[in-house]
């Protein structure tokens, strides 16, 4: 139920969702105590100073059925819809669904509009931004991998609900599609950071070296990330 991962430090299995949990220990906490980030989904635990890794995950296994049930019942965000705002490369746009031809998506200085059918819209949305979002990660994987000299099998796109990227021990690169509504140099990075991990499976002062290599102000883009800014984004769902 709960495993060590190569590149984040625990996750557990709640309803069929991997989901991450970040451990913080706490000098003042008198017991462990569990609960599950608004914004991501994500699980906390606080353990007391003292406390066992062992102890951590077997109280984390005894309260899976409470997590899973808290977390079904938390509020589910709003769907993209027409008329709606969205994130683009950082910046905020207004989506239009016109309902007529041209099928093309164009983007213009406050509005995108999505042509063709209405009902069609939010899909082909989805499939745009995915699409834009692995020409963008792409394009700063493979300027890091020059940089750090490694190279990576291949880049997934994927819909995680509460990571931004993996990199498996296979070098395959793994990122959310939501880095395209991120800043530019936020997606580049995350692209960074897993990249990193084809030298470094670890959050090692090593690797972290091999981070600002490629991007010398990682710090600012790693909070943006942490901020309300950048967990809001997590939020975004299609349908
Ligand atoms: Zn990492």
Redesign the pocket.
């Known amino acids: 139920m709960l495993k060590l991962r190569a ?2 430090p625990e996750s557990v299995l709640l309803a069929g969702e991997e989901v991450p949990v970040r451990i913080r220990r706490s000098a003042t906490a008198k017991r462990m105590i569990l609960r599950i980030c608004d914004a991501t989904g994500d699980v906390k635990l606080t353990l007391p100073k003292r406390a066992s890794l062992r102890a951590a995950h077997r109280f984390l296994a005894e309260n899976t059925g409470w997590l899973a049930k808290t977390r079904a019942a938390m509020p589910q965000p709003e769907a993209v819809a027409d008329g709606q705002n969205l994130m683009y490369r950082g910046r905020l746009f207004r989506l239009a669904f016109s309902g007529m031809p041209p099928r093309k998506i164009t983007v213009d200085e406050m509005i995108i509009t999505v042509g063709g059918p209405r009902d069609l819209a939010a899909t082909r949305l989805l499939g745009w931004l995915k699409k834009e979002a692995r020409h963008h990660l792409t394009a700063s994987a493979d300027r890091h991998a020059q940089t750090l000299g490694v190279s990576y099998s291949r880049i997934g796109i994927g819909d995680m609900k509460s990571r931004w990227g993996s990199c498996s021990s296979a070098r395959t690169l793994k990122f959310n599609w939501r880095l395209i509504m991120a800043p530019e140099d936020v997606l580049d990075y995350v692209a960074a ?2 990249v990193a ?1 084809l030298l470094e499976m670890n ?1 090692s002062p090593r690797f972290w070296a091999h981070v600002l290599t490629c991007c010398p102000e990682f710090d600012r883009q790693r909070k943006w990330l942490k901020s309300a800014s950048g967990q809001s984004l997590m939020k975004v769902r299609f349908g």
């Open positions: 590149s984040e950071h897993e991990h959050h």
